[in-house]
Structure formats: C-alpha cells, structure tokens
C-alpha cells in the first residue's frame, strides 16, 4: 500500500458535509499558493491556486481562503464525496524563483 | 493519454546498483523537474531544468544526476543506490508564466523506488 500517508494528519467528514484542510506556510514573500490532491498510487493533481493580491478564489466545489496576515490558507470542499478522499497538501513560491515549498499534507477521509 | 509519464512504476534494486529514472511529457513545456516524495515529508526537489541546456541542482541532488535529452525527456539516475534512496519519485513539468511568479506544476504518476 502507500506509504506516502502514514504519519499524516488525518480529517474524516461525513459524505456530504463540507471539509476544510488547512495550511500553515513557511515565506512571507511567498505570492503564488497551490493546492494538490494525491490520491493512492497517483501523481499530486492539481486542484486550485491563488496569488497573494486575492483573497478567495473559487472553483467547482472547492474555495481557497488566503489569510497573509497570519500566512495561512485553507480549502473549502463543499458537499465532500467519496471521490474526495485523499492526501491534500499546499505548496507556495515566491517570485522570479523556481523553487516550490510543500507542505505535508492532510489526509482527507470521507465516511459513507 | 497521460501528459507526464514515467518509467518504470516500481523498481526494486540492490544497494550499489545504478538506476536511471525517465519522465516523459507530451505538454511542450520548457520545465521538467524531479522530486523525492517520503513518508511525512512534503515533496522535495533533486534536479530541474528550464530548457535542454539548463539543469540545476535543488536541495537535495547528492547521490543523483539527471539528463535531458530533448525538450519532452527529463530522465534521473542514481550512479550507485542506497536504502536510503528508498522513495516516491516524481517529475514534474511547468511551463514559463506570463504573469510571473509561479506557475502550475503538472506531476507524473511517480516511480516506487526500493533500494535494499
């Protein structure tokens, strides 16, 4: 099985509820934030991104919240489906750099 | 079709042996990256190269090479393996980005690498 997972924080939500992961990261000069999801035996995938000069971005089903105050960010999955489980992690760089910092990851675990 | 793909899934090998890792991507992007992925870690840069004559070593290029042969092929070696070269392993690639900063990253499948 994967061994990317284990040691990971882990978020279990109710089919349908909604789920919010969050992110601490690390550069104050950071100004382009991503969010990946990784299913099992699966490449990270994109889900959404935002730069530092907003601070909601949505999409289908998920939202990205950027708090530069505190350097925090978080995803938003509304009504969370089965399809949903998985490892998600942030990652965030800095301009003119080609260096990507990640995070961890949250295992995200949706109940039936 | 997948746009990054790597070669092989899952290897296992013996410490000393050397091992070469290949990404291939259809994108046309310019960027093509490898990263190490271990439990409890966030992902972590070995090599990245912007064009077929740039290669830069990230944080932690100790015990690999790379080569790009063309702008679609970013392949990875290990000259001589050790345990703990023990990882996920993923290329990645990106293309420039108009509006500065940073741009998406598109990762491959990755390659299970386990050195005994």
């Known amino acids: 099985g994967e061994s990317v997972g284990l040691h990971l924080p882990t978020l279990s939500v109710q089919e349908g509820d909604n789920s919010i992961i969050n992110c601490a990261y690390s550069?104050?000069?950071?100004?382009?934030f991503i969010w990946y999801k990784q299913e099992s035996g699966k490449g990270p995938q994109f889900i959404i991104d935002i730069r530092s000069n907003m601070d909601k971005r949505q999409g289908q089903r998920v939202t990205v919240l950027l708090n530069k105050t505190v350097k925090h960010l978080s995803l938003q999955i509304a009504a969370t489906q089965p399809g949903d489980s998985a490892v998600y992690f942030c990652a965030e760089t800095r301009p003119g750099t080609y260096k990507y910092i990640f995070g961890t990851g949250t295992r995200l675990k949706v109940l039936a | 079709d997948a746009d990054v793909t790597q070669t092989p899934r899952n290897r296992i090998t013996k410490t000393g042996k050397r091992i070469m890792l290949e990404c291939s991507q259809t994108?046309?992007?310019?960027?093509m990256y490898w990263y190490r992925q271990d439990p409890g870690l966030g992902l972590r840069l070995i090599y990245y190269?912007?064009?077929?004559?740039?290669?830069n070593k990230g944080e932690i290029s100790d015990g690999y090479s790379v080569s790009r042969q063309a702008q679609a092929k970013f392949s990875l070696s290990l000259e001589s393996a050790i345990p703990n070269q023990t990882a996920l392993y993923f290329c990645a690639t990106s293309d420039f980005s108009i509006a500065g900063g940073g741009d998406e990253q598109f990762f491959g499948p990755g390659t299970r690498l386990t050195v005994l």
């Open positions: 994108k046309g992007h310019d960027r």
């Open positions: 190269s912007f064009d077929v004559k740039d290669i």
């Open positions: 550069n104050s000069a950071s100004d382009y």
